[in-house]
């Protein structure tokens, strides 16, 4: 018998909706040195939150301030529109 094993997608914790998924179907953001930043490679250095791909989380989450609560940091204009430009895209 053959063991098929499957490759082990990281589940993470979406900051809106608080459901765990694939690491693939949600977006990073990190926090470092260098500011805010969405994270696409997934490999950034840095304290991350994720969330889905989804504008109804994402609206959700800025509504409620829950990136910079979670980041402790405010979310500059420019990187909300960059996410939410993602997610229309995507
Ligand atoms: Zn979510």
New binding site residues.
């Given amino acids: 018998m053959v063991e098929k094993k499957l490759k082990k997608i990281p589940q993470r914790k979406?900051?809106?909706?608080?459901?765990k998924?694939d690491k693939n179907n949600?977006l990073r953001i990190v926090r470092n040195d260098c500011g805010i930043s969405l994270d696409l490679s997934g490999k950034m250095n840095g304290r991350g939150a994720y969330?889905?791909k989804?504008s109804?989380?994402?609206n959700?989450?800025i509504k409620k301030n829950k990136l910079s609560n979670i980041l402790k940091t405010d979310i500059p204009n420019s990187l909300l529109e960059e996410i939410k430009l993602y997610v229309l895209d995507g």
């Fill in positions: 979406c900051i809106s909706c608080g459901l998924k949600l969330i889905c989804d109804k989380c994402i959700d989450a």
